[in-house]
């Protein structure tokens, strides 16, 4: 059975690290205002996709 390298994993688990700091350090410059306007750009809601939403094959509502 092989033994486990633990060097490999450490040197993993610092990039992780770094890495994150660094989505940090850019979501922190960015502002927080922009941080909801990117995340909105990515991810852009399907049509219909809401309950109550204009577009979609639901009839309009009697009343």
């Known amino acids: 059975m092989a033994t486990p390298n633990y ?7 610092e990039l992780a ?5 660094e989505e940090k350090k850019q979501k922190k410059l960015l502002g927080p205002a922009s941080n909801d306007a990117g995340a909105s750009q990515e991810d852009p809601p399907e049509a219909g996709a809401e309950a109550g939403s204009p577009s979609g094959n639901a009839p309009p509502p009697a009343g």
């Open 17 to 21: 690290k770094k890495r994150k700091a």
């Open 7 to 13: 060097g490999y994993e450490k040197r993993q688990r």
